[in-house]
């Protein structure tokens, strides 16, 4: 069982910069691949970013490549959403969860544990 907490949202302004953090219960963090979704208000979640166990490779969804970096540290059982260059396009509820297999990375369904979500809202 792995237990997800994810801090860091808030209001921004449009261009500005936020950082997520997902801590995660348990021994067994660095064995889980970590990703990162989010959900806008009538919309369907939707991929932003995943990471494999030990950081070695990283996706994004096009709409954040260039913006967005995930970045993990296993001996703190966290990992991270660096959001730069934020647009008001980016406002959602963000969510992380955690997978052991690899395959699928970017289908939601294939996540095994997920947070409570994080509110990030951006003005314009």
């Known amino acids: 069982q792995v237990q997800l907490v994810e801090s860091g949202g808030g209001l921004v302004q449009a261009g500005g910069s936020l950082r997520l953090s997902c801590a995660a219960s348990?021994?067994?963090?660095?064995?889980?691949?970590m990703g990162w979704f989010r959900q806008a208000p009538g919309k369907e979640r939707e991929f932003v970013t995943a990471?494999?166990?030990?950081?070695?490779?990283?996706y994004y969804a096009d709409s954040v490549k260039g913006r967005f970096t995930i970045s993990r540290d296993n001996a703190k059982n966290t990992v991270y959403l660096q959001m730069n260059s934020l647009k008001p396009e980016d406002t959602a509820v963000y969510y992380c969860a955690a997978k052991k297999t690899a395959g699928g990375i970017r289908r939601m369904t294939e996540y095994d544990y997920w947070g409570q979500g994080t509110q990030v809202t951006v003005s314009s």
């Open positions: 990471v494999t166990t030990s950081g070695a490779y990283t």
């Open positions: 348990g021994r067994t963090f660095s064995s889980y691949n």
